[in-house]
C-alpha cells in the first residue's frame, strides 16, 4: 500500500483561495491516477479532480474552472489549487492514488472551511 498524507487546509472567507497538497510515501505519483475527493457531513464522499499518468486531468462540474490539480513527479507530490472557494466547497478533503492490480490508497483527509 501507499501512504499519503494531505495538509494545506483551513478556515478561509469566501472568494478566498487554498493549496492542498498530498505527499505519497513513495514514489507513485508519475505513474498511478492521482485524485482528489470530498465529502461534506451527511453527505457522501465526492469526486472533485483526478490527474492521469498521461497527465489530462478531469474535474467535477461544480469546480471547474475554480480548482486546478497538478503533480510533481521529483516531489513525489499532488496539490489542488482552490480559487473562488465557496460555502458549499466546505468538506473534508481526501487525496487518492489508484493504479489497477496494485493499490487503491486514501489519506486521513484535511478538512476546508469556507465561512465569513
Known amino acids: 500500500q501507499v501512504q499519503l498524507v494531505e495538509s494545506g487546509g483551513g478556515l478561509v472567507q469566501p472568494g478566498g483561495s487554498l493549496r492542498l497538497s498530498c505527499a505519497a510515501s513513495?514514489?507513485?505519483?508519475?505513474?498511478?491516477?492521482m485524485g482528489w475527493y470530498r465529502q461534506a457531513p451527511g453527505k457522501p464522499r465526492e469526486f472533485v479532480a483526478t490527474?492521469?499518468?498521461?497527465?489530462?486531468?478531469i474535474y467535477a462540474d461544480s469546480v471547474k474552472g475554480r480548482f486546478t490539480i497538478s503533480r510533481d513527479n521529483a516531489k513525489n507530490t499532488v496539490d489542488l489549487h482552490m480559487n473562488s472557494l465557496k460555502p458549499e466547497d466546505t468538506a473534508v478533503y481526501y487525496c487518492n492514488a489508484y493504479r489497477l492490480g496494485f493499490y487503491d490508497s486514501w489519506g486521513q483527509g484535511t478538512q476546508v472551511t469556507v465561512s465569513s
Open positions: 490527474v492521469h499518468t498521461g497527465g489530462s486531468t
Open positions: 513513495r514514489s507513485i505519483v508519475s505513474n498511478s491516477r
